[in-house]
């Protein structure tokens, strides 16, 4: 069955990588926002038929637009996946290299919504085949759904990446305990003997600042402050700079999907991380890794 990928306005560069090592037929999208701030979306399309009776891949990140809004990106999504749907495609497979509202999978405070089920209750009920997602923050939400999921694991392409900067004495630091698991997954991609630490976190409910200490033996050593989302910074420049205080030489910055929003690189950066780098799951310039070869892997 002949395959055709529909590249969204979220995943340009990361799409166009993914239909050149496929070598299969893609098309973009024509978006606009109406003066009553409802979303269009439209596949650059002439012939509809060409859609009819494939197999067509979706790939849109629902990470923040420029103008900051993340809903825009996941509308659009729903909008090519209703568009495809209608002209005939007979498989569908999304990828959805970030995912929005993945964090909140908890109640904290009476009221709340658990909002991720939400989401992907949604692509869900909209007969999908196929859901990849990459690093989500939460996998065990995926079990909540009926078509095939795969959350794909991007910590080997970032170690491979800061290795080939030339790190040594290597160190992964946790900015808090509740990510330990994944920072020891992500330690080993750089030798099995690899130490993990962390720092005590707190996060104020209702505020949400966050307060953090702790004095970590690194000195000399090249740190790598993991995690699997950076929104704002916060979180990330203390834990650089606690680190820095500890003694490390070198301080890089990892995320999978490096949001990077409000003034979260001078938080970063100011704290003294000599670098930051993330995927492309989010289209920006510190995304240094390209998941173009996980995904395509999956896709084959």
Known sequence: MKRILIIGPASQI????????LEIDYFNTETKTFPDGENYLRIN??????????????????????????NARLFELLMMIDAVKRMGAVKIIVVVPYLAYARQDKIFRAGECQFANIVLTILDSMSIDELYVVDLHAPQVLQEIQCKTVNIDSMKLLADYIKSLGAKDIVVVSPDKGAVERSKAFAKHFGENVPVDYFEKKRDVKSGDITMSGKLSLKGKDVVVSDDIIATGGTMAIAIKISKESGANKVY????????????????????????????????????????????????
């Open 14 to 21: 990361l799409g166009i990588k993914i239909a050149k090592q």
């Open 45 to 70: 399309i002439e012939d509809e038929s060409l859609i009819d009776g494939k197999e067509v891949i979706i790939i849109q990140s629902t990470g923040p637009s420029s103008s900051g809004n993340q």
């Open 253 to 300: 910055a990892v995320a999978t999907h490096a949001l990077l929003l409000q003034n979260a690189k001078f938080r970063i950066l100011s704290a003294g991380a000599d670098d930051i780098i993330g995927t492309d799951s989010i289209d920006n310039e510190v995304s240094k890794v390209s998941l173009a070869d996980a995904i395509v892997d999956y896709l084959k």
